[in-house]
Structure formats: C-alpha cells, structure tokens
C-alpha cells in the first residue's frame, strides 16, 4: 500500500502544493534547492498551536528583523518576546531564544533527528519535522492533519488521544525513504485542504482508492475524540495607568509560567475566586463596567481592570513607566484589557 499510495499523495502534491513563505515547493526541490533549516525550524515552532494564516505575517517580520540563527540568537530577549505577542503559548518563545542560541554555538542545525532532539525546546514532533523537511530524513512527522488523514485512510475508531500511538505507528508504515520531506508536507497539505475535520472533500481526494473510512462512509466521523473535561474559570485583577506624557505602567512577568517573560499591566495571581488586588502605585482607580475575558489551553480568564490618569512624578511600587508604547506588543489577553481601558473612556490611548 504504501508505493501506491504514496505515488497519488507526491502526483496530487507535486500539482496542488500550498505555496507558503517558509516552504520550497516541490518543483524547486526537483530543481536542487535546499530548503533552509533555520526556517522549516521556526516556521514549525510558530505553527504549534496555531494556524497557518495567523502565522504567515509574524514568520516575515521575524525574518526579516532576524534573517538566520545567528542574528536571531543574538537578539535581546525583550525584542523576541515583543515580536512573538499575540501568537501565544510563550514558552515557544523562550525556548525559541534558547534554541537558536544553542545551534549558533554548534555552527548548524543538526541533519539528523536525534541531533535535533538534544536541542533544547526541540520536541519529538519539531525534531521530526525538521529532519524531514529541511534534511529529508525519514521521519515520521505526525500533527493533527496527519492524525486524521490516517485515521480515516485505516478506519482507525479508537478515540483520540488513546489513538495516538497506533497512529503514528500507521503514519510511519506510509513515510518513504524517497521525498520523506514532501511527503510530510503533502500529508499536511491534505489534511488542510481536503481531508478537512468537517464535510472531507473525498469525491476529489487523491488517495481516496486506499481509504478505508470512505469506503466505509465514516469519513466524516473519524477521528473519534474521548469527550473533554470542563475548563475552570479564574479571576484576577489588572492596573492600567497612563502618566500624563502617555507612558504606561507595565511589569515583566517572571520568567517560567503562563506569559512568561512577557510584559502586561501589574495585578494580582489568577484564582478560582475574586480576591482583592494591591494596586501598584497610590492613584484613584476606576474598575471598567465590562470585565475582560479570556481563554486559555485550561481554562477561561476573567479580568476586572482597574485604570487611572496619574501625574508625572506618580512613583510606582511595581512595574515601571515605558515610554512609546506600541499595544501590539502585549500578549494577548493583556492588549484586550489595554482595548477595554481606552473604550471605556476612562483613559487616553496610546
């Protein structure tokens, strides 16, 4: 099965290849151009989580600012994580800097997956993606899209995750020797285009004679998902000041944890219930009627934003007064209350 149907999966790619900035398509490979490591590495970092149209625009300023491993491993940390606001799960950008700093000392990616392994916030699925497309090793890339295309193409009905063992040992019986790079991103591609989570495209699907669940009419079904647990809701409290010259009061956030080493408005730890908050600096503060609302991996955020227009000699306990501020380069759920602050009227805006 695998020749044959590895022969339609490269035919349908070779012709319908997405065509993304980090990528070398199928015909400049034919051609003998490499793609570059240090962009098959930070495109996949950018992607986890995440999708392809939200990523597409941070990946170009990110190369452009930052255009190889070197000039990113010598950036300062705060430039990256101001770069990397609003894509989320800030680990990836920590342990991104410690990546490229890490490959900057070596001279060069590793070419092999073990290599790549070693490389600190380098996982299985990253290290494997990587020695696929950048080094065309035989690696057994697995994402979501993968996850699914096999499912249905075996008819596996076990629910995800307990699946996922079996199916990334059935992603591997499919993975060639020759093109294993195209082929993990024709498989992708699939599962992004065609073999797609609601209503499977399966009257145009190229690998459609060796799909099981089509045969079987469960396309659309599988992968079966164990039902998922109910997010907790948490609380927490937020300070927005603005000096009278328009500079804000933000603090880094310790370096391990939710939002690490990003910067946001001073407040208290997120709980379970309300608690009464510290404000940073002696002010009168306004609370916001509408509380600000967030949702993370593991649970949903909701925020109460205390905001006040402070004079300029205001001195803070907490945090300090950053002039030119940008909103754009605060994670998230930070600039949603920062958004709130200013609607309300009761701030000026940036």
């Excluded at 990616?109 to 600190?120: K, M, Q, S, V």
């Excluded at 409290?237 to 010259?245: C, H, L």
Aim: charged share 20%; hydrophobic share 45%.
């Amino acid at each position: 099965m695998q020749d044959a149907f590895g022969a339609d999966l490269l035919g349908w790619y070779d012709r319908h290849a997405r065509a993304m900035p980090w990528r070398v398509g199928p015909a400049a490979r034919a051609a003998g151009v490499r793609p570059d490591p240090y962009r098959v590495w930070l495109s996949e970092v950018m992607l986890q989580q995440t999708t392809v149209a939200a990523v597409r625009g941070y990946f170009q300023r990110f190369t452009t600012r930052w255009p190889d491993v070197a000039a990113l491993a010598r950036a300062p940390d705060a430039e990256v994580m101001a770069e990397w606001a609003g894509l989320g799960y800030y680990a990836r950008a920590r342990n991104l800097l410690a990546c490229a700093r890490a490959v900057a000392d070596l001279g060069a990616f590793p070419d092999t997956e073990a290599g790549l392994r070693a490389l600190p916030g380098i996982g299985p699925y990253t290290a494997a993606a990587v020695a696929a497309i950048a080094f065309d090793r035989p690696a057994v890339v697995v994402d979501g899209n993968v996850e699914r295309v096999v499912s249905r193409v075996f008819a596996v009905e076990v629910p995800l995750p307990k699946a996922k063992p079996r199916l990334a040992e059935l992603a591997g019986g499919l993975t060639p020797v020759q093109r294993p790079g195209d082929h993990a991103q024709a498989m992708m591609d699939l599962g992004a285009t065609i073999c797609t989570p609601r209503n499977p495209a399966c009257a145009i699907c190229p690998v459609r004679p060796h799909c099981a669940a089509c045969a079987q009419g469960i396309a659309a079904t599988l992968p079966r998902k164990a039902a998922k647990p109910t997010k907790p809701t948490r609380h927490g409290t937020v300070f927005v000041a603005r000096r009278e010259d328009g500079a804000v009061l933000l603090e880094t956030r310790p370096a391990k944890g939710l939002l690490g080493g990003m910067q946001g408005w001073p407040g208290n730890d997120w709980a379970e219930a309300p608690a009464p908050a510290l404000p940073p600096l002696d002010a009168t503060w306004a609370a916001i009627n509408t509380p600000v609302t967030h949702t993370f991996t593991h649970f949903h955020l909701i925020l109460s934003v205390q905001v006040a227009q402070v004079p300029q000699d205001a001195a803070p306990m907490r945090g300090s007064f950053a002039a030119g501020f940008r909103p754009e380069t605060l994670p998230t759920v930070m600039r949603k209350a920062w958004e709130a602050a200013v609607d309300s009227g009761l701030i000026a805006g940036a």
